[in-house]
């Protein structure tokens, strides 16, 4: 069986180096590059299963690098893991808005790090799936192909968002707590007393939502959780 290949990019080469050597350990392939440009070359010219990517780099933000590769076909749905020194959590949320599907604040345990990468990767990765459709008026999620559409035209949701949509969508009409929310999800790497998940529920809203300042198909019930609507706004 062929080794899942990463990329790791950060400039700190003592962390780069343990942390390269326990994930290589484990039985990945691992590149590493010490710069965003170096980063962009390496992804250009290859293929990875997953991007570990730090904030904060000698020649830009890492902010910037995730926002060009969720803005390219071949890249949007890339497993990437954001790395944070600052401890803001700002940075974490505004990192999740764009499209980061997981992040660790520095310093961590290399094990914590593979623990999650290993969780990024079966979500990308799901068992082969029956080929069914839901479909919520001019909202459809396809299970099989992964993919959710809207009015006919692709949703560009995160392996990450998409797995949250599908949790709430197989449950329609039903409220669902955070606590449910991350048991469904089974062991994805939410926190229930973060804002994570409203991060990615903000982000679905902007993609399946006519008017996401106005939701009609994911509802809030205050002091409870989320709501899949049955019947969206007229629809059947």
Aim: hydrophobic content about 40%; glycine content about 8%.
């Amino acid at each position: 069986m062929t080794a899942q290949r990463l990329l790791l990019i950060d400039d700190d080469a003592r962390l780069t180096s343990m942390v390269g050597d326990y994930l290589r350990q484990a039985g990945f392939e691992i590149d590493v590059a010490g710069s965003l440009a170096a980063g962009r070359e390496r992804l250009r010219l290859g293929h990875y299963d997953a991007l570990v990517l730090d904030l904060m780099l000698p020649d830009g933000d890492g902010l910037d690098l995730t926002r060009e590769l969720r803005g390219e076909a071949r890249t949007r749905r890339l497993p990437l893991l954001m790395l944070t020194a600052r401890g803001e959590p700002m940075d974490r949320i505004v990192g999740l808005e764009i499209g980061a599907d997981d992040y660790l604040p520095k310093p961590f345990e290399p094990r914590e790090l593979l623990a999650r990468v290993k969780a990024l990767l079966r979500r990308a990765s799901p068992e082969p799936a029956a080929d069914e459709v839901l479909r919520f008026g001019r909202l459809e999620i396809d299970l099989g192909a992964r993919q959710a559409y809207l009015g006919g035209q692709p949703c560009d949701l995160t392996s990450h968002q998409f797995d949250l949509l599908v949790v709430l969508a197989q449950s329609p009409g039903r409220v669902l707590s955070r606590d449910q929310i991350m048991d469904a999800l089974k062991g994805h790497p939410l926190e229930a007393f973060d804002r994570s998940i409203d991060v990615h529920i903000s982000r679905i809203r902007a993609l399946i939502e006519d008017d996401p300042k106005n939701p009609k198909r994911v509802l809030t019930v205050r002091g409870v959780g989320y709501l899949f609507a049955r019947k969206q706004d007229g629809e059947s």
